[in-house]
């Protein structure tokens, strides 16, 4: 019987281990460059999944890049990147400029944070509004310490931007005098070295550096972005010029297979599949 067992059991550990390999599979034989940029909240998912490749391909040459939404849609509409990364959905004059095709692969939301030694812990929408346009400049109209507020957003073309203006203030306008960064990391960065600040990031890069608020009693959490129940919410997005093909095209691939789902779900952020 024993004998009969082994052969048995060796066929199912090789099954397995062909169907954990399978999506790197689609890269054997290539050679070549992927050039990605664009939305910095994509930047965890894409540097996971090109390093997972190079290693299984030493061909092959990943680079990834951040510079926001709106350099991703320039970028591959000019032909500098591959892969043009939006953490909003293109424009229709941006799909007929440059002819672009769009892959939504990730449910991200957006979340206020602030630094963790702020006793502030919640906050309304007017509340959000009014510290934006600067009506509110001071925590203890927010039942803080008596400081002023220093007010961080992100450059103009951010996705992140784009939804946290449309989404939580309403379409409301952000003062002048607001100090702008340009990434989720650099924004990130920015609050947990200021304990008066207040700014905002994909929830997929909230940890211990900052607090998140709730936000008109929405909680910010993917698992409450996913459901619905919590609002400030986007999709992200791959783009590419035309349909893709080889290396651009495996990569999406690679991204929605059972390994790039995984990728996603580690990142923080909640996968879509294909659409």
Same mark, same amino acid.
């Given at each position: 019987?024993?004998?009969?067992?082994?052969?048995?059991?060796?066929?199912?550990?090789?099954?397995?281990?062909?169907?954990?390999?399978?999506?790197?599979?689609?890269?054997?034989?290539?050679?070549?460059?992927?050039?990605?940029?664009?939305?910095?909240?994509?930047?965890?998912?894409?540097?996971?999944?090109?390093?997972?490749?190079?290693?299984?391909?030493?061909?092959?040459?990943?680079?990834?890049?951040?510079?926001?939404?709106?350099?991703?849609?320039?970028?591959?509409?000019?032909?500098?990147?591959?892969?043009?990364?939006?953490?909003?959905?293109?424009?229709?004059?941006?799909?007929?400029?440059?002819?672009?095709?769009?892959?939504?692969?990730? %449910?991200?939301?957006? &979340?206020? *944070? !602030? @630094?963790?030694?702020?006793?502030?812990?919640?906050?309304? =929408? $007017?509340?959000?509004?009014?510290?934006?346009?600067?009506?509110?400049?001071?925590?203890?109209?927010?039942?803080?310490?008596?400081?002023?507020?220093?007010?961080?957003?992100?450059?103009?073309?951010?996705?992140?931007?784009?939804?946290?203006?449309?989404?939580?203030?309403?379409?409301?306008? %952000?003062?002048?005098? &607001?100090? *702008? !960064? @340009?990434?989720?990391?650099?924004?990130?960065?920015?609050? =947990? $070295?200021?304990?008066?600040?207040?700014?905002?990031?994909?929830?997929?890069?909230?940890?211990?550096?900052?607090?998140?608020?709730?936000?008109?009693?929405?909680?910010?959490?993917?698992?409450?972005?996913?459901?619905?129940?919590?609002?400030?919410?986007?999709?992200?997005?791959?783009?590419?010029?035309?349909?893709?093909?080889?290396?651009?095209?495996?990569?999406?691939?690679?991204?929605?297979?059972?390994?790039?789902?995984?990728?996603?779900?580690?990142?923080?952020?909640?996968?879509?599949?294909?659409?």
């Amino acid at each position: 019987m024993k004998k009969f067992l082994l052969p048995a059991l060796a066929a199912t550990l090789l099954l397995a281990a062909t169907a954990v390999a399978a999506p790197l599979d689609a890269f054997k034989g290539m050679k070549g460059t992927l050039d990605i940029a664009g939305g910095t909240a994509h930047i965890p998912v894409m540097k996971e999944a090109a390093k997972r490749i190079m290693t299984a391909n030493p061909d092959i040459r990943i680079t990834v890049a951040g510079g926001g939404s709106g350099v991703g849609v320039q970028q591959v509409g000019e032909g500098l990147v591959q892969i043009g990364n939006t953490g909003r959905p293109l424009k229709d004059k941006e799909i007929e400029k440059f002819g672009l095709k769009t892959f939504p692969f990730a %449910i991200d939301g957006v &979340a206020l *944070v !602030v @630094n963790p030694a702020n006793n502030v812990s919640d906050i309304t =929408a $007017q509340q959000a509004a009014d510290i934006y346009n600067g009506k509110i400049t001071n925590w203890k109209e927010l039942g803080g310490t008596d400081a002023p507020i220093t007010l961080y957003t992100r450059e103009d073309g951010s996705g992140t931007r784009e939804v946290f203006v449309e989404r939580a203030l309403n379409k409301g306008s %952000i003062v002048q005098s &607001a100090n *702008v !960064v @340009n990434s989720n990391g650099a924004m990130k960065t920015a609050v =947990a $070295q200021d304990k008066q600040s207040i700014g905002y990031v994909g929830i997929g890069h909230v940890d211990k550096n900052v607090k998140a608020l709730v936000f008109d009693k929405m909680v910010p959490s993917q698992e409450n972005a996913s459901n619905g129940t919590y609002k400030v919410t986007r999709l992200l997005f791959m783009n590419t010029k035309g349909a893709p093909e080889g290396i651009t095209k495996a990569f999406i691939d690679y991204i929605y297979s059972p390994e790039g789902t995984e990728i996603i779900k580690k990142s923080g952020y909640i996968p879509t599949g294909r659409q």
